[in-house]
């Protein structure tokens, strides 16, 4: 792997950058591997990077129906954060902004992890309860977040409107300063090209048609579009595919799969410092370092499989950022698309060991999959090397709807009284 | 915005009037208590999210209030037809076949 | 300036009417009619911005929406600015405000121009590869740097004082394009009697037809022809003509958006006009006739002012009658250029020579060309310009054998260029329908279709207005037939088409060090033919990752452009065919559209609907502070004499548990459950019993989801045997309602029982306090209230105050209560009886904060405060709310899961801080041992909190693990700076025994 | 009360005016009890949604298979509460004060309709009506003549279809 630094930059120019080498080999299947990770986004090349990396598992293929990182990586408003409620979220995802701070230095890709701040907004009591209580917990699980009054939060965010009279005035604001945002397409692409150094295929284009399992019930392989690949351990890391390869499987999954749409705007001159959310209006903004304003938007009611979605909810997305920033009004959207989001009933990941010998799955990220994404990685490569959960993601089973002990963030949200 | 035809109005409408309701036929057990947590588990939480036919439900809300079925392809959002509640999961290749 | 490059006379603009604006404060003169590009280019003004990575001089390509680099800001004062519009959409107006972007200090010097010294050292992707080290450079210098470069235009800094519209609209046929096809598709169909719809997004109609006057159709000139098809569509009362209309979206089942631009053309806008408009359209059949889009070439310093579409400088010369320059030189892979040399010639424009990369061409043009004394080099190629703010001269080589022979130079002040045409098939993309390579015409065609929708014209790769007037008359017949009209296809004499046809090229060749050439794919963005090579080289091998590793097509010209170009260039590079690396998929929009417009009406106080209750005017009146509760707005506390909330509250406080208090409760969800099986649907519904409950009392009632864990609660009362008042909570009406629907409709339809919502039939007036039934009893009549005859959790209907009424006798203050129900009409005439009727006892209205004092006092709780979702009636010490003896009920079996009948579920408990004069904050966590380190073990957190006047100190309840476990426990509170110890106690302050409420 | 109208810039296009209350029912029965129930109130319930039927004074509009929205003069109204058998299984509630009633009249009634409503109003039969959403905002539309219809809305949320009924009534008398 030819080592990325400004001095090779310089090297390659004086040779008309032609002796660059290929980030990935372009892999075809190999007729066994010792694991097998279902999905080429973010998270699948994540933990194939860590398996060869900190487990020694080098014979490993990441295989995807695409091309990598054509999913959700590739789809999502990049929002890192680790601000959770409940201590078994927080950890979870402190874990991941932990690897997020070296990560470009581990991959030796720069991934443009920016700490910029996420800014939460509140609306109401409710908010600020709800707020304070996540703000509280944080802070006693030594994760940071601060409660901000509608002033600092200006301050903060120079764009904001607080005015008392808005339809949903700014009462207050929770800030992780440690959060921010990262170059998509690069964190999926930097973990392919330091797991393809470490020996590990990247087959694109090769869809999974069935996981196969054998006389004893236990993981054989997968039959793909490029023919059965045999494999002791398959791990699925399909995001919102996730049910259809688990079917193959026999397994019947706790998800739905909704289309996902976000936006930008034209590019601009920097105006936007942070990441501003605010649930209560349904608003996610921050600012590309291109310039682009990246506007998250919410979920379509059904379950759709579509990447299209609708007009309506971008109208209401639209008008929400107009509200919170009525100097945006006149800019204009540039661009919308959809992704498919796959959910669970307690919007908590699935993360650990299927009832099935040899299967492992990393699913129901929902709409916060990217901020997870080395932290997932990890946990799942350890959970495959190990064949037992990591104690990050223990609580993260897929048992927990038997028993009932669900990490339940949307309800920790509530609704108002 | 979807178009969908309400099996009471008997009206193709446009989806402001429409709530989504989620999977169809998963019919709450008759005694509750008599099921395993498995059982239970897979009434309150499992669901098919298959990536073509579903069979799931909607409620007019904004109209005559009912929930009804609907078959929607869901890598085309196209619905193959609405049904009143209550009524048997039909046979989608037969309606193809009839259909041709 | 004098408009030197303007042609008196020529074109569609209105030579009457001059048109003042400023061009970086220089004042511009152009004519009515004209767009700030054709305004600029007729004073000879071609430099309009800086790129956005290289920062280098740029003009005007095209002369539509497809614009890449005549970006400009636009304004009309105070808030009313926009960066980055099209110079070459925007209309000209008295008064108008146009500045140039992304350069400082200025436009002909800018600063930022280093970038192009240095370019070789940022090629594609180049920031993956570096600023790394060292590591904590990241966030303080190097991404700093690189967020500062961002951008081109700047944002508008005050809040829009516009407005902006939407509407639906319904159509049989709906036409997106009125060149040729789009005009032919609109006669067939509007003849034919279908609701048509055609729209453009220029200011006027004709497409093509505005640029080509030399044709002649059906024996008259275009633009003759074009005003009576125009006539004709407006003269039929079926046909609606949109003008300054883009089709920004193709969305399910024919729906399509469209932003409709009203006043940006305006001098003066009328006042409260909207300045856009969305329109939702539902079109039964759509015909997409959206024409085709020049590729531009890609050769070193094809990006210099002065280099431009060849169309573009066609379509400048016939609509707005300006020359794009003196001296022009041409080159092209296609017909279509020559004649864009032709007509500028005849106009008076030298065109020194037409370079064609093909090394035949046919001998019509040459001859032609050469009649007009203008130079043919067939055969070759263009290696490079010169010239800093605006092109200077042009390189040409001759090509033989794929060699490059020896270049020549000729000056120019305009360089026209024309790499063959691409169909606009955007809106077809937004289906998801897909395109096929089609060889011959050196283009992607539309192939399978996903809606109800034809392409007609350019769109299907038919160049040339018969071809398109044939194809729009029939796919506009065919669109009205799927609609059940009989339609007929017209016919069209014409005479003089220019068609012609080119060849697909990639970078052109030359004779020079390509990795030096500065070959523009994506001019916007920078993008060059070696970025795209290197992006291959690098394993990029699908055309998307090729997109985002450059981030060609991703500027705000969305590949119109570029993406084709770029496509051959990487199929070239990696050995492949066009079609087997494929397209990037088109998004929406179209073009970019404003926010305003999309938000529509829903902006300030119409963001979202503020529900009032009839009462609400009153405590307006009386200065009350309010609160938002779900769409509510609701009296929060009533300050008196400059009290602050604190004050205002206690005082409130104190009227409830020593005189009276009055509370407008009207919010509270009302649902009428009503039939002989009412009871039956309760008992399986909510937690509690029902069968047995007589008819005028009322019972708490608790609502669970089928996950065991508490939804809502309320206070039903019955009426009579088959009638139910249900009540719920404010934010809970319209969620409990679809799910006892819910249940009702699919799993038990067998039973004979309906709901009717009535939040809003009544308005509701809560009375609580000692005095409550002294003020109440004499409004009231045909009810004795006596303690015996009207005991708490009693319901009737009697008359209050002369209005029919139900009263309820409950209290949610553990002080003797009423709730009073009127219709809504006489609410507020109800409240103002009740309050005239208290002042004796000293009545006091009351808010929501006050209401939550007072139910905390009493350890009654508020779902969604108290419970978050996960909470069990077990785990909120509601067990006493489940009927012991029913087999089941909505959530029963979930109470069953090990995970809920497990030990150490967090429990509803009050809280008592050592200190009473400390609130806790709600929200705050607790834990056992206050000196371990991080993370804590938490044991639970404060749910509800507040000063107790009747206590005379702070109260608190809190979920906590085995909370009911841990009566007289001392636990600790974390805060910043300190750590506050509270003790656990029973969730019952005041009157733990209910004595207040047995008078 | 009496009726309070809104004129706007000088254009006939559009008056919207709000109705005074008059009785409003609520009734829900199953489809096979209708004939008792016609016979009960001396008024018609028609079996399909959509679908109104008037006797005298009063008019029942078909709102659900098993719903019908029932207005009638105030006079009438303890005649309507007292009409229908307790034997028969149904439900009368009365929702007179649970909502405010438009009437919006004018040759561009339907455009103004156009601004908050989805479904295609002009394909609606004059003496039909239909629950629907305007802007969000749960609605009763009936259409009156060809250029006249009445919209209801819960009480709360009138307010907000005014004022957008007003700001759509202005953009048309401007001609934009």
Known sequence: MTQYSAFALLKNALSGHKNWREQWPDAQPKAEYDVIIVGAGGHGLGAAYY?????????????????????????????????????????????????????????????????????????????????????????????????????????????????????????????????????????????????????????????????????????????????????????????????????????????????????????????????????????????????????????DQYVSYSQRGGLPLIEHTVAAICEVFPIFSRMRMLRKWGGIVDVTPDRSPILGKMPVKGLYVNCGWGTGGFKATPGAGHLLAWTVAKDEPHPINAPFTLERFTTGRLIDEAAAAAVAH | MLLIHCPYCDETLPEPEFTYAGEAHVARPADPMALSDEEWRDFLFVRSNPRGTHYERWRHINGCGRFFNAIRDTVTDKFAMTYRAGEPRPNLDALKEAAE | MTQAFRIPGAGRVDHA?????????????????????????????????????????????????????????????????????????????????????????????????????????????????????????????????????????????????????????????????????????????????????????????????????????????????????????????????????????????????????????????????????????????????????????????????????????????????????????????????????????????????????????????????????????????????????????????????????????????????????????????????????????????????????????????????????????????????????????????????????????????????????????????????????????????????????????????????????????????????????????????????????????????????????????????????????????????????????????????????????MFDASTLGKIEVVGPDAAAFLERMYTNPWARLQPGRCRYGLLLGEDGFIRDDGVIGRLADDKFHVTTTTGGAARVLNMMEDYLQTEWPDLDVWLTSTTEQWAVVALQGPNARTVLEPLVEGLDLSDAAFPHMAVAECTVAGFPARLFRVSFTGELGFEVNVPARHGLALWEAIWAAGQPHGITAYGTETMHILRAEKGFILVGQDTDGTVTPGDAGLDWAIGKQKKDFVGKRSLQRPDIVAKGRKQLVGLLTEDPKVVLEEGAQIVADPNQPLPMTMIGHVTSSYWSEAMGRSIAMALIEGGRDRMGEVLHIPMPGRTLRATVAAANFVDPDGLRLKV | MTAQIHSFPPSPAITVETLPLAARFSLRLRPEHREEAKAALGLPLPDRIGRTATEGARRALCLGPDEWQIDAPEAEADAIRRALPRGLAHALVEVTDREVTFRLQGPAVLDLLAVGIARDVSRMEVGRGTRTVFDGVQAVLVREAEDRFTLAVWRSFSPHVEELLQRGAREIALGL
């Open chain 1, 51 to 299: 398996l060869a990396k900190e487990h020694g598992i080098t014979n490993v293929a990441v295989i995807d129906k695409g091309w990598l990182g054509g999913g959700n990586t590739g789809r999502n408003t990049t929002i890192i954060r680790s601000n959770y409620l409940y201590d078994e979220s927080a950890r979870l995802y402190d874990h991941a902004l932990d690897l997020w701070e070296d990560l470009s230095q581990d991959l030796n890709y720069n991934v443009m992890y920016s700490k910029r701040g996420v800014m939460m907004l509140a609306h109401n009591v409710h908010d600020v309860q709800s707020f304070k209580r996540h703000i509280h917990s944080n802070r006693l699980n030594g994760v940071d977040n601060r409660w901000l009054s509608p002033e600092d939060a200006k301050v903060f965010c120079p764009p904001l409107n607080i005015s008392r009279d808005a339809r949903y005035p700014v009462v207050g604001a929770a800030l992780q300063m440690r959060a921010g945002t990262a170059r998509h397409d690069a964190v999926a692409w930097g973990y392919a090209r330091a797991a393809a150094a470490r020996g590990v295929d990247i087959i694109q284009n090769c869809p999974v048609i069935a996981i196969r399992r054998g006389p004893d019930g236990a993981v054989q392989g997968v039959d793909t579009a490029k023919g059965f690949i045999r494999a002791k351990k398959v791990a699925v890391s399909a995001a919102g595919n996730t049910s259809v390869v688990m079917q193959s499987a026999g397994l019947r999954m706790p998800l739905e799969s909704y289309p996902l749409q976000a936006l930008v705007s034209e590019p601009i001159k920097p105006v936007f410092p942070c990441v501003v959310m605010s649930n209560t209006v349904h608003a996610y903004i921050s600012q590309s370092d291109k310039g682009e304003l990246v506007i998250g938007s919410g979920t």
């Open chain 3, 17 to 661: 009417k001059p048109v003042r604006f400023t061009f970086d404060g220089k004042t511009v003169e152009g004519r009515e009619g004209d767009t700030v590009a054709s305004a600029l280019l007729a004073n000879g003004i071609h430099l309009l911005g800086r790129s956005f990575k290289y920062h280098r001089p740029r003009g005007i390509v095209s002369a539509g929406s497809e614009e890449p680099n005549a970006l400009v800001g636009t304004s009309r004062g105070p808030g009313r600015s926009e960066p980055n519009t099209r110079a070459t959409m925007q209309e000209v107006w008295d008064g108008l405000t146009v500045e140039s972007q992304n350069r400082w200090p200025g436009l002909d010097f800018d600063v930022g121009a280093i970038n192009d010294r240095f370019g070789r050292f940022l090629p594609a992707g180049f920031y993956y590869k570096t600023f790394m080290w060292p590591r904590s450079f990241w966030d303080k210098v190097y991404e700093p740097f690189i967020r500062r470069a961002a951008g081109l235009g700047r944002s508008p800094t005050e809040p829009d004082p516009d407005h902006y519209a939407s509407r639906h609209l319904h159509c049989d046929v709906l036409v997106v394009g009125s060149g040729p096809a789009g005009l032919a598709a609109a006669l067939s169909a509007g003849r034919s009697g279908a609701q048509t719809v055609l729209v453009d997004e220029h200011a006027e109609m004709g497409g093509t037809l505005l640029s080509e006057p030399g044709v002649r159709i059906d024996g008259q000139g275009a633009w003759g022809w074009l005003d009576a098809a125009l006539a004709e569509l407006r003269g039929l009362p079926n046909v609606r003509l949109m003008t300054r209309t883009t089709a920004i979206g193709y969305y399910h089942q024919n729906m399509v958006g469209l932003c409709q631009k009203l006043t940006d053309h305006m001098a003066a806008p009328p006042e409260g006009a909207p300045r856009e408009r969305l329109w939702r359209v539902r079109a039964g059949q759509v015909v997409l006739a959206q024409g085709a889009i020049e590729k531009p070439l890609v050769f070193d310093g094809n990006d210099r002012p002065g280099v431009m579409l060849a169309g573009a400088a066609r379509t400048f010369l016939h609509r707005f009658g300006v020359k794009v320059g003196h001296r022009a030189v041409v080159v092209t892979s296609h017909d279509s250029a020559w004649h864009a040399a032709f007509d500028l010639a005849r106009a008076g424009v030298a065109v020194a020579a037409v370079v064609d990369v093909r090394p035949e061409v046919s001998r019509v043009l040459t001859g032609q060309a050469e009649a007009l004394g203008i130079e043919v080099l067939t055969g070759h190629t263009v290696t490079g310009t010169t010239g800093r703010l605006r092109v200077a001269s042009v390189r040409v080589n001759p090509v033989r054998g794929g060699r490059v022979g020896a270049g020549r130079t000729i000056a120019c002040d305009a360089l026209l260029m024309c790499g063959g045409w691409t169909p606009s098939l955007h809106l077809f993309s937004h289906t998801k329908g897909s395109l096929a390579w089609d060889a011959g015409a050196g283009a992607f065609l539309p192939d399978r279709k996903t809606e109800e929708c034809e392409i007609a014209g350019a769109g299907r790769g038919l160049w040339g207005i018969a071809a398109a007037l044939d194809d729009g008359a029939k796919a506009g017949a065919a669109a009205a037939k799927a609609m059940g009209r009989v339609a007929g296809v017209g016919t069209f004499a014409v005479e003089a088409d220019r068609t012609g046809d080119g060849v697909v090229v990639k970078e052109l060749p030359t004779d020079r060090n390509a990795g030096l050439a500065k070959a523009f794919i994506d001019f916007q963005n920078d993008v060059t033919a070696k970025d795209i090579r290197l992006a291959v080289r690098e394993g990029m091998r699908s055309i998307e990752h090729v997109k985002r590793y450059t981030t060609n097509g991703m500027a705000t010209d969305q590949g119109k452009l570029s993406n084709i170009n770029g496509l051959m260039i990487a199929a070239d590079a990696l050995g492949k065919e066009a079609p087997q690396v494929g397209l990037t998929t088109f998004r929406p929009p179209y073009t970019p559209t404003t926010f305003g417009a999309l938000a529509g009406y829903h902006k300030g106080s119409h963001f979202e609907v503020t529900r009032r209750t009839p009462i609400d005017a009153w405590a307006e009146a009386q200065g009350a502070v309010f609160e938002p509760v779900a769409l509510w707005r609701r009296a929060w506390y009533f300050p008196q004499f400059g009290e602050d909330m604190h004050a205002a509250v206690a005082r409130e406080c104190r009227a409830v548990r020593t005189q009276v208090g």
